[in-house]
């Protein structure tokens, strides 16, 4: 546990490569990133393709860019694998068309849609399409997620939104971590990305999430809805635990390294302030609390004090020009 690897590679044609060999090249990238399959190119002239893979121990995050290109695994290459893996596409940029087990999935930018390995599969995408795809062991996928395979809601696009949107920038956040953060991310996220899988499957077919209520899945949903609500004066613990789905309790753990759920929200709006001031040291600092989410003037200047162990008005004090360290 803790260990992770991160490589990148680019395929072009050029005058010394022919696009035979670049293609050869590329096959030979994608069969150990994704799976093997026979690839061609849908443009006619130059042709290129960007990989950047990151491997966690069983499970690999590739983010892809590549010219239009046309993708055939087939029934003889499924049959040759020795292992079945849940594979994620996550459309970034241009558009994505994958048929298998007799279903088109037609998948936008801002959509993911699951494939099962041990299937034949064609796919076919728009020149210069960028994608996020996940690659992790089928069995360890449909443990966690306590289904069996044919309730896998497979060629079946659907939109990065609301709890599928935490799942999938959970996923291109990764496939976008710089080298030297890939084993760092290791050491503490790992263990969590067949959780997100099966949280990811399980959401796609409406059914409950059984992740352990303090798992990251559930911490990013808090955050994630707290992001959009803070500055929401009428915003109440009762209300966020609903919204994700989990009881008080399990709200209260989830935000313990926060100092709590309030302690968070508070650090949040008083972080908001702060940049308000920032921005504009003119501006009222009734006006400024109002904007920042806290129901009372009292309220702010309290809050800001234990945050920050300055006033509002010390704070901009130190804003003014000519003031040392402005």
Known sequence: ?????????????????????????????????????????????????????????????????????????????????????LLVNIVVEGANWTEQNGQLADSPAGSIVFFDSARPLESRTTDDAISTIVRAPMNLVLEHAG?????????????????????????????????????????????????????????ATGNTSPAPSDSLFNRQQVLAYLRKRY????????????????????LYRLCEGFGGPAALVRRMRVEHARRLLRADPARPLAAIAAASGFATDRHFYRAFREETGFTPGQFRAQLAPGTPGH
Do not use: Y
Not at 7 to 22: F, G, K, L, N, Q
Not at 54 to 67: E, K, L, P
Not at 231 to 250: F, N
């Open 1 to 85: 546990m803790g260990n992770a690897a991160t490589a990148s590679a680019e395929v072009c044609s050029s005058s010394d490569t022919s696009a035979r060999e670049a293609f050869e090249q590329w096959e030979a990238i994608i069969a150990d990133t994704v799976v093997p399959a026979t690839i061609e190119p849908l443009v006619t002239g130059h042709w290129r393709g960007e990989v950047t893979v990151s491997q966690f121990d069983r499970s690999m995050i590739t983010r892809m860019r590549a010219s239009a290109q046309r993708v055939v695994r087939t029934k003889r290459q499924v049959e040759q694998a020795s292992a079945e893996f």
């Open 147 to 203: 289904l069996i395979r044919d309730e896998l809601p497979l060629a079946t696009p659907l939109p990065t939104t609301g709890a599928l949107g935490v799942v999938a920038g959970f996923f291109r956040g990764l496939a976008e971590l710089p080298p030297e953060e890939t084993t760092r991310a290791a050491t503490v996220l790992e263990s969590e990305i067949a959780g997100m899988l099966s949280s990811a499957v399980l959401l």
């Open 231 to 250: 500055t929401d004066p009428e915003l109440t613990v009762d209300e966020v635990a609903h919204a994700c789905l989990v009881s008080r309790r399990t």
